[in-house]
């Protein structure tokens, strides 16, 4: 490839002998090549504007960014804030560990979110995630492979809009659910390390931070399959084969690996212990419960064809560049490869991890075919290699080439229609971004309901509690951690298998009519949800749903969401039970005749501020059980079925007297086992990572701690170490004797030790 210097071709001729100088083609060409920077700052500011344009009211783009990945570090953030961020966090569906999210507190989006309000940090860092990936792109191009200016241009604006549907809904493009800077902060770590001469020493430390802005920057399930990239781009691209530049290579990986370490190392401890330990080795979304090899590669294979279909024009062009270089072309044919390659591992690795397993049995546990997020990447970029083997002088013969006065070449119009596809698809993107932010797809809706925000006001002065949402439509359980909440729920991509178990219980009404929100949640599991009847309902199916309340015992177990000190229910649709007293209620009148306004008044009003909120019920539960109390007596079962059955059937006063254990923990109680009249604790501190309270008990008795359990936790009573062990199945239990005592909690992850120590 001969260096275009702006407006070369493949054989060296000039492309401003192909059309007139005065063309509109190659002045705009040759301002984007002097002034790249403002036409992508221009063209993500196109991409992003919704996002932060309108203030509170601009748009969020829910699926695994609205109602997990954003709600998550905006709280993450609020913790960093306040001082209050730990290596536990009780606030997440009972207690997680914080690090096994793999989001570090001292993330660069998470420090915006800190400084700046939600919907401007967000705002940013989508216009930062468009501009990045579109400038770097083009600039990798042009400076890596001497690509001219249009097909450069294309491949920077198609990339920066990264209209993906098959990759997991991207449709609107770059996302936070994958980190900061994952996929879109690719084309500039790969410019960065081009750009690094390995006859300098210095540059080996600009290779080291480069490893650790990547690792701070994405998110490590996704960033690690990104990795690939990079030697295919240093050692197949740029040919750099030497010792010295591959020792660039090596600072950067070992700089990206010592940053991840404590992600790593929470993961293998966490993950044995999590959901994921019994997930199906070929569950997919579409078919969770599925185990049969055949669906997996059926599967696989539809979702290789929706990668085809949502970078149509990057095939097309990819393909006319193989054919009309013969296949001669050493590069081309390289991208040609690695893009195959990625594509058949895709159905391909279901045979490697059925086999896998026999001999590694943790793969149950991980998924290592994310590779394809390399495909659109490589797509992008061959077709823009592709395109500068189009004949530069071959020529449109139409009718209308008399009246413009010049030949239309044909690469010239093949890039500007392929251009003209981006916009167009950009276009399309804004549409939908329209219609969803008027039916609640924005931050006033999503993260400043008045119901929610009443909530917070009145409960800052009880004793810990959490809260549960009924899942439907837009609401998630994210959206009470923005406002300072505790849940029981939650979206997690690691949590203890044992509150899996538990929570299934509380589902039990409901999963025992819904064949496909059983296999959902046993086989997969990531959304601790309090699923409703209608969760797989479109948002037009919602809308005609009456106003008679869900009777709750129908489709969930209150007493066990009590145990799990649910103190109060969110719920888009009105609820019934007798213990669920109402507080605030939704306005579901005003809802309904705001959606029945013209579009054009409707939308007048959305951007006067007047559309109302989202209608929210809040209920409080009389029989809430502390986050913290004594039992008395202890119930012993042989195995976890057991105790999760006889914990489904049990009530109110069993739940509060009684301890369900295992009978190998092997737990006797002195006394006359009474249950709680004659014991008591007290709260005397809180935080993420340690517990003091105060106890007195006239006899032996079983502290309760509705807080996950987990082996990491270390206890002490007056200063002596104590054992915890599984109470309920998913919650902590101490053994503590008669008397006043004080006992202490702290935990105490071996990663914590050795890395904050």
Request: aromatic share 14%.
């Amino acid at each position: 490839m001969i260096h275009g210097g702006g407006g070369t071709c493949t054989d060296g001729r000039d492309m401003t002998r192909a059309l007139p100088r005065s063309s509109l083609w190659l002045r705009v060409g040759a301002w984007i090549d002097a002034h790249p920077a403002i036409f992508f700052i221009l063209w993500s500011l196109w991409l992003a504007v919704w996002y932060f344009g309108l203030g509170p009211l601009s748009f969020v783009f829910i699926h695994d960014t609205g109602d997990n990945a954003l709600p998550y570090r905006t709280a993450l953030a609020a913790a960093v804030a306040n001082g209050s961020w730990g290596y536990w966090d009780q606030q997440k569906a009972s207690g997680i560990d914080s690090l096994s999210i793999l989001v570090s507190p001292f993330q660069p989006d998470v420090l915006l979110l800190a400084i700046l309000p939600t919907w401007l940090a967000y705002g940013l860092i989508t216009w930062a995630q468009r501009f990045l990936a579109g400038y770097f792109t083009f600039r990798l191009l042009k400076d890596s492979t001497r690509l001219d200016t249009s097909p450069a241009l294309y491949a920077g604006i198609a990339y920066s809009l990264y209209a993906q549907s098959a990759i997991n809904g991207h449709w609107a493009g770059f996302t936070l659910d994958n980190g900061f800077l994952c996929e879109a902060g690719l084309p500039f770590i790969l410019w960065s390390l081009s750009c690094l001469n390995s006859n300098k020493a210095i540059d080996y430390l600009y290779a080291s931070l480069l490893g650790l802005f990547f690792s701070m920057t994405g998110w490590f399930v996704n960033s690690i399959f990104l990795l690939p990239m990079v030697f295919f781009w240093q050692f197949v691209i740029l040919g750099r084969y030497g010792r010295r530049s591959a020792l660039i290579l090596v600072f950067f990986i070992l700089a990206w690996v010592v940053s991840s370490l404590p992600f790593i190392y929470a993961l293998i401890l966490n993950v044995p212990l999590s959901h994921r330990a019994d997930w199906t080795p070929l569950g997919l979304w579409g078919a969770v419960g599925n185990r049969d090899l055949d669906r997996y590669v059926y599967e696989k294979v539809w979702f290789v064809w929706g990668l085809m279909r949502d970078n149509a024009v990057p095939v097309g062009l990819l393909l006319i560049g193989i054919v009309c270089s013969r296949c001669k072309d050493r590069l081309l044919m390289s991208i040609f490869a690695f893009i195959v390659l990625c594509l058949a591992f895709q159905p391909a690795y279901g045979l490697i991890k059925t086999l896998s397993l026999q001999h590694v049995t943790f793969l149950r546990a991980a998924s290592f075919d994310r590779i394809y997020l390399l495909v659109p990447f490589l797509l992008i970029i061959g077709a823009a290699v592709g395109a500068m083997y189009i004949p530069p002088e071959a020529s449109l013969r139409l009718l209308f080439q008399r009246i413009l006065g010049w030949p239309l070449r044909v690469r010239p119009v093949i890039i500007a229609l392929a251009i003209g596809f981006v916009l167009f698809q950009s276009c399309f993107v804004h549409a939908r971004i329209l219609y969803l932010m008027g039916h609640g797809y924005n931050f006033r809706d999503l993260y400043l309901n008045p119901n929610l925000k009443k909530l917070r006001e009145q409960t800052r002065d009880l004793p810990p509690f959490r809260m549960v949402t009924v899942a439907q439509g837009i609401q998630h359980p994210a959206m009470a951690w923005v406002y300072g909440l505790d849940t029981a729920d939650g979206y997690m991509n690691v949590y203890p298998k044992r509150y899996q178990q538990y929570w299934e219980q509380v589902l039990i009404p409901l999963i025992s009519s819904s064949a496909w929100i059983r296999d959902y949640f046993h086989y997969w599991g990531s959304r601790v949800y309090l699923f409703s009847p209608f969760y797989t309902r479109s948002l037009r199916q919602l809308k005609q749903l009456g106003d008679d309340p869900l009777i709750v015992s129908e489709y969930w177990n209150l007493k066990l969401l009590s145990l799990a000190n649910v103190r109060f229910v969110v719920s888009p649709l009105p609820l019934q039970d007798e213990n669920l007293v109402e507080l605030f209620r939704g306005d579901t009148d005003a809802s309904r005749r705001w959606d029945k306004l013209a579009l054009v008044a409707r939308s007048m009003s959305y951007l006067r501020g007047e559309k109302p909120p989202l209608p929210l019920f809040v209920y409080e539960n009389r029989q809430v059980l502390p986050r913290f109390f004594m039992v008395g007596k202890a119930r012993r079962f042989d195995n976890h079925d057991e105790l999760l059955t006889a914990l489904q059937r049990a009530d109110y006063n069993d739940l509060r007297s009684t301890a369900y254990i295992i009978d190998s923990e092997r737990i006797v109680l002195s006394g006359d086992e009474s249950g709680v009249a004659k014991a008591n604790t007290r709260l005397i501190s809180y935080s993420s990572d340690r517990i003091v309270l105060a106890s007195h008990c006239e006899s032996d008795c079983i502290l309760v701690i509705a807080d996950n359990y987990s082996p990491f936790w270390k206890a002490e009573i007056n200063g002596f170490a104590t054992r915890i062990f599984p109470v309920h199945n998913a919650f902590q239990g101490i053994y503590v004797k008669a008397g006043e005592n004080t006992v202490r909690l702290e935990y105490d992850p071996p990663y914590a030790v050795r890395i904050a120590r």
